[in-house]
Structure formats: structure tokens, C-alpha cells
């Protein structure tokens, strides 16, 4: 039960650490999705399973869901004949 | 000391979750890469509510064959308020979103630095 | 302070001077680089410039590792961690919130009873937050339809068979799960909130496989806040009713019910299955609305 606990606290922080060191866009919105879920299991494992189901349903849902989306529009935004931004991180 | 950290430890990592939450929103100029350290900011508190919460050995707050004592039960208030907490930094997420395309579409760039030379550059124009 | 402002008021002029800075660079590793001339105003500005561009990393993380510091000396009082004899878990809000939970509220997930009957106020404001949030992003991307974009940005996500025979298995179960956690909220871990994102996940999917047009049937903007509004309306009647008679002990019409059975728990169903319609659409109405500006 413990090394669990240390094991999935020492992922959370990874996480948190990639998604502030990676370039790329894509990239920091997939490893935040992975974040949200180590978190939602966490919440489990503190003895909050309501919390668990809606961290899952909504944190690594529909928040990663918007953030790709935005993502999205973003891109086919440039496409259209906008201002041209050369490399990802650039936007 | 070592000894108290490492019992919290749960408490640590929420404390360094936040500061690294807090980094993100700081350093990055792209304004989606500081929605995610908002994000990483919220969740880092409500990890540290919800462990004050908790207490060792105990089963969570669903009541089993009428065996209500409150002995055996988690602290039942920070899950509350911590859903709360969750969706409400949903709902604050997805505004900042729709905020992100809208200044895109006029400003066709995520930079921060840029947005805001643009802004000055407007308000020259309009002086 | 005025030279400062000024500064700061042509740092952005520097931002984009540094191609020419570049070769001001070279310029000076050419000359032997170590005669130093004497730098021009512009020169010094940008020195100081690029000095703000690499000092600020560092600052902010010297920031970061004090506010660590400072919040770890915090951490040090805090009783150990899962320890009983913390005040909160000896106070007797929570012996009160959990022996009589379930007798006066009926619902055996004593948090789903905290939330929806007796801090009910909170949940209330809670929805009208995501309400707010909704209305927000309505007046953001609703019909902000931008000429420039290609007209059949409508067809961005041309689903593929693939996406769609998957989600022909996928959702029946999707909206099954969600709507069970929605009806359970009471009596095991979830609720309106989390079974409302888990149907709007469901309803996402649908839009994604077979696109918006046959999804616009039954869900098009009128019929979207008719839906929340009545969802809301609803939720803040029962909630005012539950305040006068009905909150801690108050008598009530709504019988708490035998515990354990589906319904059982007095007016906490109905409220989780309205929040969970007013998650669900607007879920739905933010994914709706990030696509194509329009539900």
C-alpha cells in the first residue's frame, strides 16, 4: 500500500514537471491528461471515491477535451491564411 | 523534521505540485501552457485538503449495514468541497479556453509578449 | 521612476530588434570582441533587456523555491498525517454528519448528503457558477462566426468508420454508466456532477461519430436552454423548499425513505438527476461550441 502511494506521488510530480518542461503544445496537454489521471486514482486512494469519478469524468475529460479542441482551432486558425507562425511552440 | 515531511508527504507533494503549477503559470508566455498551470495549481490544493481529511485505517463516508459510528468513517467535508472545487476550475478552464481562441483569432498569436505589444500598439493608435 | 517607465515602455521595441542585435553581435566578436564600445542608448536598453529576459527565469524560480519553503514551514505544524485526534476529525460537526446522516438525509454516500442537504447552499452557488461559466462562453464563441475561416470548418471532424462502429458499442454504455452514476448518487460514490460529465462525455462522442446534424434533432440551441433553464429552475426550487422545511430536521413532505433503496433519500434524487442534466448539456454546449460555435 505504501510503495503504491510514494510510487504514484513520485508520477504526479514527474507530470507536473513534464508538462512544464515540454515544447510542444500536444505534448503538455497529453501528459496534463495523464496527470488527471494519477490524480483521479490518488483521490481513490484517500478514501474519496466521489471525488475519483469526477476528477476522471471531468478533469481528464472534458478539460484535455477542450484543450485539444482549442488546440485544434488554433491550427486550422494559422492555416487560414493568418499571420504564419513557423514552428508549434511558437504559437 | 525529516520524520514529520515524511509522514505528510502526501502534504509535500501537494505544496510541490502547486509550486511547480505556479512556475508553469509563471514562466511560459503561451496562454495554454498557463491554463495547464492553473489547472496543476488547482488540483495541488485540493490534493492537500483532501489529505488533511483523511485519516488512517478508516473506509470512506458510505454508510454499510447501519454501522454509524463516526469512528469508523472518513472526515467526509474537504470531499465535499473539493467537488465543488473540481468543477468549478472545469468551468473557469473552459472560459480561459474560449478567451484563448477569441484572442487568437484577433491577435493570431498565443505569445503573451506579442498580445501585449499589439495591445500597446493599438493604444498608441487610438491616442 | 520615469526613466523606468520609459524603459519599459520601448522593451517591446527591443523584442523584436533581435535580429539586428545578432549581428550586432557578431560585429562585436569580429573586432576582437574585447574592445569594448561604448554602447548606444538603444545598446544599454537592450542590454538591460536581455539581462530582464535571462534574469526572469531565475527570479521566478527563486520565487517558487521560497514559496515552497514558506508553505513546507506550514506543512511542519500540521498534524501527522491520518492521524485521529486532529480537531476536525474529533469536532463534532462530523459525528453529527455522519451518526445522523443517514436518518435525516436518507442517503447512505454521507458525502452526497453533505453536499446536496446540508451544505445545499453551496451546491446551489456551485451551479450557477457552471451556469455562469456556460453563459460566458456562449457570449464568447456563439455565432462569432469569423469570415475569414473556411466555410466548411462545420465538417472539421469527418468521422470515420472506425470512430463510428466504436461508438455505436461505446455509447449505449457510456450514457448507461452515467445515468446509473446519476441515479446512485446517493447511495455510492458519484452524483450529478460526475454522472453529468460522464453523459456529456457520451453525448461528445455521439457529436464526434456521426456529426452534429443528427444530434441537432433533439438538441438545438432553443431546445438547449429550455433544458438548462428548466434544469436550473427546478434545482433552485427544490433546493428554497429544502431550505424552509427539510434542511437539519426541518419536517418535510419528501420522507428520508428506507435507506439503501433508489428512492430513498428524500429530495437528493431529483437534485442530482437535475445537476446532472445541467452538467450534461453543458458539457455537451462547450464541446458544441469549441467546434463550431454553434450547439
Redesign the interface.
Known sequence: MNVIEIGLLLLIIICGIATCVSKNLMVSMIIFMIYSVFMSVSWAILRAPDLAVTEAAVGAGISSILMFITLKRVHRLREDGSAGETEDEEI | MWTILWNNRIQVAAVILFAVGFVTLLLHRNLIKKVIGLNIMDTAAYLFLTSIGYIQGRLSPVITEADTAAEHYVNPLPAGLVLTGIVVSVSVTAVMLALTIRIYRRYHTLNLDEIYRYVHDEMEGEK | MKKFKEWL?NW?ED??MFAEDKEMLEEEEESGGDSWRPMTISGLERQEFRLFTRA??VM??I???V??LF??SA??Q?P?????D?P??KSG???R???Q??QETGA?????G??LDY?AF??LG?SH??F???A??FI??LF?R?P???PE?KA?LRSDPILRNTAKVLIPIIILFGSY?VFNGHL????G??GG??I??GL?LYDMAFGPDRLNKILTLKSYRIIVLCALLFYSGAKCYSFYCGANGLETIFSPGT?GRIFSAGLILPLNIAVGVV?ACT?YG??A???REQI
Request: aromatic share 10%; charged share 10%; proline share 5%.
Open positions: 515602455r517591446d523584442r523584436f526572469f527565469p521566478a524560480g520565487l517558487a523555491l514559496m515552497i508553505l513546507l506543512v511542519l500540521l501527522a498525517f491520518g492521524s485521529a486532529t476536525p476529525a460537526t462530523i459525528r454528519y455522519v451518526e446522516g443517514m447512505v454516500n454521507i458525502v452526497a453533505v453536499i451544505r453551496d451546491t456551485e457558477v457552471l455562469a461559466a456556460a460566458a462562453v464568447l464563441l462569432a469569423d475569414q475561416e473556411s470548418s472539421i452514476v455510492g460514490p458519484g452524483g456532477f460526475s460529465a460522464i456529456g462525455s461528445i435507506p452538467v458539457m462547450f464541446f461550441l469549441f467546434t
